[in-house]
């Protein structure tokens, strides 16, 4: 399995922003997938986990009600829909793969996407 993410970009305060990662093999209903983000000379942190069949979800404290985590099987893409961003939200944005039904650890997830910049102007 390969993950490509896409869709990152420069958007004001307050904006919004949908990022996207396509899976180049079967990934619904064998991984859960998750977002995590990354500011230089800061760990790797976890936004956002959807399980293995789509029926759940998690989020970091910091985006609950801003973010979204959704799936679309047919087109074998996870997106992550973000509202009201705020500066403090940019960073380079990774899609990630884990085994497990579902996880909020780094550790737990084997397979990385490239990431994907997104900046939030003041």
């Known amino acids: 399995v390969q993950l490509q993410a896409s869709g990152g970009g420069l958007v004001q305060a307050g904006g919004s922003l949908r990022v996207s990662c396509t899976a180049s093999?079967?990934?619904?209903?064998?991984?859960?997938l998750g977002w995590f983000r990354q500011v230089p000379g800061l760990e790797r942190e976890f936004v956002a986990g959807i399980s293995r069949n789509g029926g759940v979800t998690d989020y970091a404290d910091s985006v609950k009600g801003r973010f979204t985590i959704s799936g679309d099987i047919g087109k074998n893409t996870v997106y992550l829909q973000m509202n009201s961003l705020k500066p403090e939200d940019t960073a380079v944005y990774y899609c990630?793969?884990?085994?497990?039904?579902?996880?909020?650890?780094?550790?737990?997830?084997?397979?990385w996407g490239q990431g994907t910049l997104v900046t939030v102007s003041s």
């Open positions: 093999g079967r990934t619904f209903g064998a991984y859960g």
């Open positions: 990630a793969a884990t085994p497990h039904a579902l996880g909020n650890r780094r550790e737990v997830y084997t397979i």
